[in-house]
């Protein structure tokens, strides 16, 4: 994933190590992680994450 992240988003900060969100309703996902984030502008920048579903 972070290969992709590097050579397509060429603005991005990513972690040195990923960071797992945790959130309290596990219907729809096993785990959360907090990648790193693209920086548009000085002002602007949006969250890269990593969603791992259940099976169902």
């Not at 992240?5 to 990513?14: C, E, V």
């Not at 797992?20 to 920048?45: F, H, M, P, V, W």
């Amino acid at each position: 994933m972070e290969n992709f992240l590097q050579t397509q988003f060429t603005n991005n900060k990513l972690n040195a190590e990923d960071r797992t969100i945790a959130l309290s309703d596990k219907t729809i996902r096993n785990q959360c992680l907090s990648l790193g984030n693209y920086e548009i502008n000085e002002y602007t920048k949006i969250g890269i994450f990593e969603i791992e579903l259940n099976e169902e």
